[in-house]
């Protein structure tokens, strides 16, 4: 156990729709990764926060967003979904301080399946 | 930006034996790399790093080359079990800002 959580741990939703995806991440951690992963393909980042702020941004859709918030935990909106969108989501954690190379850690990802 | 490859995309080795993968990224100001090995439908899980001031390090089985001055380091994986079997992940980072991943490698350790 990685110590980030993700809620929920499955979603089947159909095309048209929203969804919001949960993440908390290890306790001290300040930074928050979104990551997409679609079937047998690599980590496609999507965004990072830290503590509140938006710190970098991938290959994000204008459909998707996302934000932190103060207790740190964080939310990915997902809205007018396609059936490309079906994908594994993770989220992943590292922790404070500028000068400090800390590990990220991921959790256990939302499956995401557009119908 | 920093763009990381990593090769090869797959490796079937016999049980018992080594396996090496590379990468190589693009910007020298990268100074952190980790490892990830994600299992099929699982998280990816982080199984070592090492920074811009090492050369190498070592875990049991499992180890990691760093060259700064020819922008790559590859995981080597010694006596494989078919346990090892997974997708591999490497990827960089500059200080303070995002990790980029390599395309992944997927490891079958045959019996």
């Known amino acids: 156990d990685s110590g980030v959580t993700q809620t929920p741990k499955h979603l089947i939703t159909a095309t048209g729709q929203r969804v919001t995806l949960r993440c908390s991440p290890r306790?001290?951690?300040?930074?928050v990764y979104w990551y997409q992963q679609s079937l047998d393909q690599g980590l496609q980042f999507l965004i990072q926060?830290?503590?509140?702020?938006?710190?970098a941004k991938g290959n994000i859709l204008e459909r998707f967003s996302a934000q932190q918030f103060p207790d740190l935990h964080s939310e990915l909106n997902l809205s007018s979904l396609e059936l490309g969108d079906s994908a594994l989501y993770f989220c992943?954690?590292?922790?404070?301080?500028?000068?400090?190379?800390?590990?990220?850690?991921f959790g256990p990802g939302t499956r995401l399946t557009v119908l | 930006g920093e763009n990381v490859e990593q090769h090869p995309s797959t490796l079937s080795v016999q049980e018992g034996d080594s396996a090496v993968i590379k990468c190589t990224y693009s910007?020298?100001?990268?100074?952190?790399f980790p490892w990830y090995k994600q299992e099929l439908g699982k998280r990816p899980q982080l199984i070592i790093d090492?920074?811009?001031?090492?050369g190498e390090k070592k875990d049991q089985r499992i180890a990691v080359t760093l060259n700064k001055t020819a922008k790559h380091f590859s995981l080597h994986i010694t006596e494989t079990q078919p346990e090892d079997s997974a997708v591999y992940f490497c990827?960089?980072?500059?200080?303070?800002?995002?990790?980029?991943f390599g395309p992944g490698t997927r490891l079958s350790v045959l019996p």
């Open positions: 990827a960089a980072r500059i200080q303070g800002q995002n990790f980029v």
């Open positions: 926060y830290y503590n509140g702020e938006e710190r």
């Open positions: 992943a954690s590292s922790g404070q301080g500028s000068g400090i190379h800390n590990e990220q850690f």
């Open positions: 306790s001290g951690d300040l930074s």
């Open positions: 090492i920074r811009s001031n090492v």
């Open positions: 910007d020298s100001a990268s100074n952190y």
